[in-house]
């Protein structure tokens, strides 16, 4: 018997490990619930709550398939290794198979369980799936992995020009094996049921999340390039949970937008191009995790900016957080995030940029915010996406460069029409007093004055990394 490890790959479409397991024989699938984990990694409610939603999807694409799904519980990683050799020896599992995953803890996880499974004569089988090419398989000529994205891209595309990956088949059903598939919980202690306004907004399944691929691939794909920096428009894909939780697969949306561009990766309509680098950052990101395990470890990438001053400011904090700094795009962005567990990624870097630069608060604050908040939390994407804006990362913004929230405001969102959707109470203003509207107005529809100066904080924070030692 064969055992399929789901993790962040709830599909059953495209997926190597349930394929591979499936044509060596018959195949059994465990997901576990791990609460004190997904703790510890600060995952959202609204994450594990869609990961709960797709998995019961998933139980029922399963069972057309005859492949029972047990759910079982290792508190938190340590406990992994037991669970899965007590499985297997119930089960007289021969080889478990696994998709990779690549964070520090991850990879400590799956080596134990490896180890211990190895013990038992358990063949523990990794496979290559979340990501277009495994992490160390595309290096610079010193053979180190890549910083910079324009240089790791260039290599990607090449390869991809040789041999684009194919995608998967589903799995040809097997026959029944006699083992009851468990219930899925409805929810997990410590992870609150998000509203039903949100659960909407993110149906769950393979399914759903194709349909989604398939209309933004029709319908705005061809100008996404045009699009995709005005948060009040449908212009991104918004699949980032999809891809984050696996109920999608990058191949899967490569395809897609090879489709509507005559099979085309870096020419032909730029909308699909500039798609198809965004894939290239997802994948960037991943790449660093493996290659520079210290962004992990909640360190800077450029450690030099370790010694920025950062500042202890609660109340600024706050204020950020709940959406009332004073500054219209950036209370509507964190209200987005906070209804929708979603945020717009031009506004992410707005906020994110807000935060460590203007309020000069550790961008570590906002990661852990975030991920607090995201139904897509990725630790590669979100820390690769905080340490841009905070220029402490690889290929970061320069430290000199600052967005001002009300000029990004005005050119990316010149009506208001996002501003006045998250924040009703500005419904009446026009679209010049909106971006940073005058006192009265701020009186009369009862919101706050800016907490922070612009001209003053943006000094603030080229002084402290202007003051920064060098480089080591
Ligand atoms: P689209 O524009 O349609 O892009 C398609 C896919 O490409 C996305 O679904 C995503 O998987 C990937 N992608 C796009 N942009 C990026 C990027 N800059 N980095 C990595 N992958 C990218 N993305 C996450 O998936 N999870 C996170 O936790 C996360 N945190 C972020 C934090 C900050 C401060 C910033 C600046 C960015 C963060 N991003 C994160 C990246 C990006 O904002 C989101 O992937 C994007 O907004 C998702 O929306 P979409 O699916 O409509 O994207």
Sequence with gaps: MQLIWFRNDLR???????????????????????????????????????????????????????????????????????????????HRIRGVHVNEEYGVNETARDRSVARQLAEQKVGFNPHLDQLLFRPGTLLTRAGSYFKVFSQFRKACLQQLSLAPPRCLPLPQPQKPIGIHSDPIPASVTGFA???????????????????????????????????????????????????????LSPRQCLHAALMINQGELDSGNTGVTTWINELLWRE???????????????????SHTEAVPWRDAPEELLAWQQGRTGFPLIDAAMRQLLATGWMHNRLRMVVAMFLSKNLLIDWRQGERFFMQHL?????????????????????????????????????????????????????????????????????ICGYPAPIIDLADSRARALAAFRNLPPPG
């Design 284 to 302: 960037f990101y991943k790449h660093i995790l493996v290659g520079y395990p210290r962004v992990s470890r909640h360190r800077a990438f450029r």
């Design 193 to 247: 049921t998000p509203d039903e306004t949100l659960r909407a907004h993110w149906p769950a399944g393979e399914q759903a999340a194709r349909q989604r691929l398939q209309l933004f691939a029709d319908d705005h794909l061809h100008e996404y390039d045009e699009q995709r920096d005005l948060p009040a428009e449908p212009g991104t894909s918004q699949l980032s949970p999809y891809l984050t939780t696996g109920v």
């Design 375 to 443: 139904i897509d939390g990725d630790l590669a994407a979100n820390n690769g996406g905080w340490q841009w804006s905070s220029s402490t990362g690889t290929d970061a913004v320069p430290w000199f460069r600052l967005f001002n929230p009300i000029t990004q405001s005005q050119r990316f969102d010149p009506q208001g029409r996002f501003i006045k959707h998250w924040l009703p109470e500005l419904g009446e203003l026009d679209r010049r007093d909106i971006h940073d509207p005058s006192p009265i107005s701020r009186a």
């Design 12 to 90: 059953v479409h495209d997926n190597t490990a349930l394929l591979t397991a499936m044509q060596e024989g018959p195949t059994l699938a465990l997901f576990l619930l791990s609460p004190g984990q997904w703790r510890t990694h600060d995952d959202a409610s609204a994450k594990v709550d869609f990961q709960l939603r797709n998995l019961r999807v998933l139980a029922d694409e399963l069972e057309q398939l005859n492949v029972p799904l047990l759910v079982r519980t290792a508190d938190t990683w340590d406990g992994a290794p037991t669970v899965l050799t007590e499985l297997c020896r119930e």
